[in-house]
């Protein structure tokens, strides 16, 4: 039986991944029932969006005393913003904690290399809860679909 097959009957739901022009794996998800691209990164401890799109995404902030460092910057501003809903494709979270912070040196890397801008980035917050297995040679992500206990 093929790898697909036997997650799916472990209520794994199977996310494509775009492979962007700087080898980076993005896929499409939404917060707060708003659209969004984002990164996959394995390495990012924290979900986040970029600081200037909270509007957009309806996102109730707070101020932070987290400075965040990665991609070549360090000691960012961050603010935060707890009871967020995410959805990527039929996997969903209702209760996302998301670290805003300023994304500029990360969309213009992407965009000196003929990429398009994101809105954030899903990082291994989202891959620990969804326990993701990643298929690189397939360009997909699977997320085990989250069980609500009343």
Known sequence: MKLSGILKRKQYVKIKLNKINTNHF???ASINNVLGSFILDT???NSCIAI???EKFKLQVEDSETKAAGAGAIGMETKISSKNKLKIKNWKFNNQTLVLLDLTHVN???TEHNAEAVDGIIGADVLEKGKAIIDYKKH??????LVYKF
């Open 43 to 45: 390495g990012a401890s």
């Open 140 to 145: 997909c992500v699977y997320l085990k679909k």
């Open 26 to 28: 993005e896929l499409k």
């Open 108 to 110: 213009t890397a992407l």
């Open 52 to 54: 200037n799109l909270a």
